[in-house]
């Protein structure tokens, strides 16, 4: 009786609030926040002028937040566990290999790197793209391979082991764009799911030891890489190759307890592109210990969330749900540690954005509609649990 009468209340409970306003709400705080520090870094700078970053930012989250409202509204996750995962990844595989054209032409280099494609007045960044697309692919890839998962001593097919290296294509087509950011962060996800399966885990080892081994040759046959790695090693050349992360540590320095105050940040507006990959410095100055803080515990609760999104999509057996929210899960944790450590000095500088938070269309785009799916994930759970409850 007891039992039924603690089902009764948290059915109760999950038809009062069809979706997780908690999880929205903080996802809103945090997309402000970041419009806020975006305006911060730019009010002064000669180069984007006061207004014409922020209102470019926020078109952006008008626009891709109608259309994840959408997402989260009507698009159930069977869509996504469909061949649609396969031709997604597949077109976004053919945007990353257009890129490599290009790089071997000699085109489309901004700021020495071949990372952008432009469509009339919207650019994209294939590499942001093809990490939730890689969460989705794989995830379909687990669930048709459910039989190889559950019965561990069943050999794996060829074609089964080339549909799971199919991201490996993109992988090496985003190495070869200079972009080791988005490299080091989809391979942490592949990794992170394929420990999921625990099945798959020992043919990825060798897939992640090929891609190190590619990758160690190419920071060696590049300059840049390699003085990008001797002066993380050995803190030389810190006003050269180390200039940014050199100027966002002494920015960190000023910050504080309490921070300059917003748009006030001496040493953080000095860093080129403060707005993307250091954004992190420039909010520690403004806002201090404390302020980051708070700023770094709402982001962890944020991903705990994620994790026990994860875990009740396991328990209502929607497991396809639950690869893909773990998948997102390890996409957040690991951009938002790379980037922090970037910032602190503890790793070379990579070029990665803080989601929800950094300048960037693309960004911004796979942060919210990875959020806009956790929130379909988290409605289908709750109907689920209902379900099972009635």
């Given at each position: 009786m007891k039992i039924r009468n603690n089902n009764v209340i948290q059915s109760t409970k999950l038809l009062r609030y069809p979706i997780d306003y908690s999880l929205l709400w903080v996802a809103l705080i945090l997309l402000a926040f970041g419009l806020i520090m975006i305006f911060s870094a730019t009010i002064t700078s000669p180069k984007y002028g006061p207004y014409s970053t922020i209102i470019k930012q926020f078109a952006y989250a008008i626009s891709i937040g109608f259309f994840c409202y959408i997402v989260a509204n009507k698009i159930p996750m069977n869509f996504y566990n469909s061949k649609f995962s396969v031709w997604?990844?597949?077109?976004?595989?053919?945007?990353l290999l257009t890129l490599c054209i290009m790089k071997f032409l000699g085109y489309g280099s901004i700021n020495g790197a071949v990372r952008w494609l432009k469509f009339g007045?919207?650019?994209?960044?294939?590499?942001?793209?093809?990490?939730?697309?890689t969460i989705l692919y794989l995830s379909c890839f687990f669930i048709r391979k459910k039989d190889v998962i559950n019965n561990k001593n069943k050999?794996?097919?060829?074609?089964?082991?080339?549909?799971?290296?199919?991201p490996a294509v993109g992988l090496l087509a985003i190495l070869y764009t200079k972009d080791l950011g988005?490299?080091?962060?989809?391979?942490?996800?592949?990794?992170?799911?394929?420990?999921?399966?625990?099945?798959?885990?020992?043919?990825?080892?060798?897939i992640a030891i090929g891609c190190a081994l590619i990758a160690l040759c190419l920071i060696i046959f590049d300059y840049e890489r390699t003085a990008r790695i001797i002066t993380y090693l050995h803190r030389s050349d810190i006003y050269g190759n180390g200039y940014q992360v050199t100027i966002a540590l002494e920015s960190i320095a000023n910050g504080g307890l309490f921070g300059q105050g917003l748009a006030q940040g001496q040493k953080s507006h000095r860093i080129p592109e403060v707005h993307t990959d250091f954004i992190f410095s420039l909010?520690?100055?403004?806002?201090?210990l404390i302020g980051i803080t708070i700023f770094c515990l709402t982001y962890a609760w944020l991903i705990l969330r994620t994790g026990s999104i994860a875990s009740l999509a396991e328990k209502s057996k929607q497991y396809f749900s639950y690869y893909v929210a773990n998948g997102i899960l390890f996409m957040f944790a690991l951009q938002l540690t790379i980037h922090i450590w970037v910032n602190l000095g503890l790793l070379p500088n990579k070029g990665l954005t803080l989601p929800l938070i950094s300048y960037g269309g693309s960004s911004l785009f796979v942060s919210m509609f990875s959020i806009a799916i956790l929130l379909r994930i988290d409605y289908e759970n709750r109907r689920q649990l209902l379900g099972d409850y009635r």
């Open positions: 997604f990844i597949l077109f976004i595989i053919s945007l007045p919207v650019t994209i960044q294939p590499s942001e793209l093809f990490k939730i697309a050999s794996i097919h060829v074609r089964s082991l080339v549909g799971m290296l199919l988005s490299f080091a962060v989809i391979i942490g996800i592949m990794l992170s799911m394929y420990m999921l399966t625990r099945t798959f885990f020992r043919y990825i080892i060798y909010i520690y100055e403004e806002i201090g």
